[in-house]
């Protein structure tokens, strides 16, 4: 079994930064990639980021990057999810996800573990 817990959200400030993080624990060897969505109560879940097991490639949604960035220093280190100048829209649950499959990294449906979520508001 894999274990994924977030940490770093809360309430800030619109403009702020913020940088959410991953840790991953338990059989993590048959794992490809890790991500990053949001979801909105109502809403379906959004990709946001992922970036494979070693860190060394990263993957966005077509529109771009925008103002997040995924990371991780190696296959031991937490996935971690920069976030900058923060908007009220940006308020929602973050969760993290791993998957087993080798590819299609920017679909919800191939990630089959999921952290409990963490919640960031976003004030103006």
């Not at 920017?106 to 963490?118: A, C, K, P, S």
Request: glycine share 10%.
């Amino acid at each position: 079994q894999v274990q994924l817990v977030e940490s770093g959200g809360g309430l800030v400030q619109a403009g702020d930064s913020l940088r959410l993080s991953c840790a991953v624990s338990g059989r993590t060897n048959s794992i490809y990639a890790m991500a990053w969505f949001r979801q909105t109560p109502g809403k379906e879940r959004d990709f946001v980021a992922a970036i494979s097991w070693s860190g060394g490639h990263t993957y966005y949604p077509d529109s771009g990057k925008g103002r997040f960035t995924i990371s991780r220093d190696n296959w031991k280190t937490p996935v971690i999810l920069q976030i900058e100048n923060l908007k009220p829209e940006d308020t929602t649950v973050y969760y993290c996800a791993a998957t087993k499959a080798v590819s299609g990294w920017r679909d919800v449906r191939v990630y089959d573990t999921w952290g409990q979520g963490i919640q960031v508001t976003v004030a103006t």
